[in-house]
């Protein structure tokens, strides 16, 4: 029996790792169609795809009819299912940025990025209205992680600190620093106030990490004057 190479969940095993890719070449499957693809007794079946349905990778599909007896239940892979199988958006989209970049058409990205930073804001507005303070700030961490940033809010003796613990966009990171620009405009944007970023993972760093902006150095007196 062979499994599918890329599935790669802690706790899944050969089997149940087996059933997500009938699932997936079959849309949608009975009891009877996995257990003719696999071999095993069908309460043994009956118990992975509880186990996967509890992880939230295998759902219901409704039943199917037809032919005496009861009607057969239909199983499919849930979105979170789907998501296990590998995706080369980020690749592709670091490809096509680097085929831009080498054409002289850079600002095809900035105008894109431009786009989506108009669009991202209007739609982060409409979450954060009437929030001030702290609660926005959360808001906007949850807002952020919906894009797939895994973002949060942190304390420290210096005062919160809004951190970004993964860089869904690292394919495109790689080619050039627009998404990084990008995005420290829109959280500005949100927080209605400049920051500083005290970390960056391009750089190395686990997470990238914001602070509202230092004030700048109050100027010694007669700092700038000319000798007489």
């Known amino acids: 029996m062979s499994t599918p190479e890329g599935i790669?969940?802690?706790?899944?095993?050969?089997?149940?790792?087996?059933l997500l890719e009938l699932l997936k070449r079959g849309g949608e499957c009975t009891l009877a169609r996995l257990e003719e693809e696999i071999r095993l007794n069908r309460e043994t079946l009956r118990i992975h795809l509880k186990s996967l349905a509890a992880q939230g990778l295998v759902e219901r599909a409704g039943v199917q009819r037809g032919g005496?007896?009861?009607?057969?239940?239909?199983?499919?892979?849930?979105?979170?299912?789907?998501?296990l199988f590998p995706r080369r958006e980020g690749e592709l989209l670091g490809e096509l940025a680097s085929f831009l970049l080498a054409e002289g058409r850079s600002d095809l990205l900035e105008e894109f990025f431009s786009d989506r930073l108009a669009r991202k804001r209007?739609?982060?507005e409409r979450q954060l209205a009437g929030l001030r303070g702290r609660a926005r700030l959360e808001r906007i961490a949850a807002f952020?992680?919906?894009?797939g940033f895994v973002a949060e809010v942190t304390d420290t003796a210096d005062g919160p600190r809004l951190r970004l613990s993964h860089c869904p966009l690292r394919g495109l990171v790689a080619v050039s620093d627009l998404p990084c620009r990008f995005e420290l405009s829109l959280i500005e944007a949100l927080a209605g106030d400049q920051l500083d970023r005290e970390a960056f993972i391009p750089e190395g760093s686990h997470a990238c990490v914001y602070a509202p902006a230092s004030p700048p150095a109050p100027r010694r007196r007669g700092a700038g004057r000319r000798p007489g």
């Not at 057969?72 to 979105?79: E, G, I, K, M």
Request: proline share 9%.
């Open 8 to 18: 790669v969940v802690p706790g899944l095993g050969a089997t149940q790792r087996r």
């Open 68 to 83: 005496p007896g009861r009607p057969h239940v239909l199983y499919r892979l849930t979105a979170a299912g789907e998501a």
């Open 122 to 124: 209007e739609e982060a």
């Open 144 to 147: 952020l992680s919906e894009e």
